[in-house]
Nanobody, 123 residues
């Protein structure tokens, strides 16, 4: 079971990026999905989350600028980020609560983290 995040990069202030995070392997159930970010020197913080029933929650700094969505068939969560600011510069991590099987047949249930994708917003 793996989470693969992508979509980070360098963008100018006011620009947009779309992050993706796909679960792969023998995953048979995906529950809550979320994006976190970690600014250098600070703790990791929640950006946005989405439940299996599409209930969404946003950090105050993300409201009105970021949109979280999911594609259950693809086991993928997205984060559309608009009107980016230099203070949004961070490593963004996806977090997914899922159930699946490892390559050795062991069942795993719980939170999984993606590897992080760097977003850099220049002024």
């Amino acid at each position: 079971v793996q989470l693969q995040a992508s979509g980070g990069g360098l963008v100018q202030a006011g620009g947009s990026l779309r992050l993706s995070c796909a679960a792969s392997g023998s995953v048979f159930r995906v529950d809550d999905m979320a994006w976190y970010r970690q600014i250098p020197g600070l703790q990791r913080e929640l950006v946005a989350s989405i439940t299996a029933r599409d209930s969404r929650n946003y950090a105050n700094f993300a409201k009105g600028r970021f949109t979280i969505s999911r594609d259950n068939a693809k086991k993928t969560v997205y984060l559309q980020m608009n009107s980016l600011k230099p203070e949004d510069t961070a490593v963004y991590y996806c977090n997914v609560y899922l159930s699946g099987y490892t390559a050795t047949g062991e069942m795993v249930v719980g939170e999984h983290w993606g590897q992080g994708t760097l977003v850099t917003v220049s002024s």
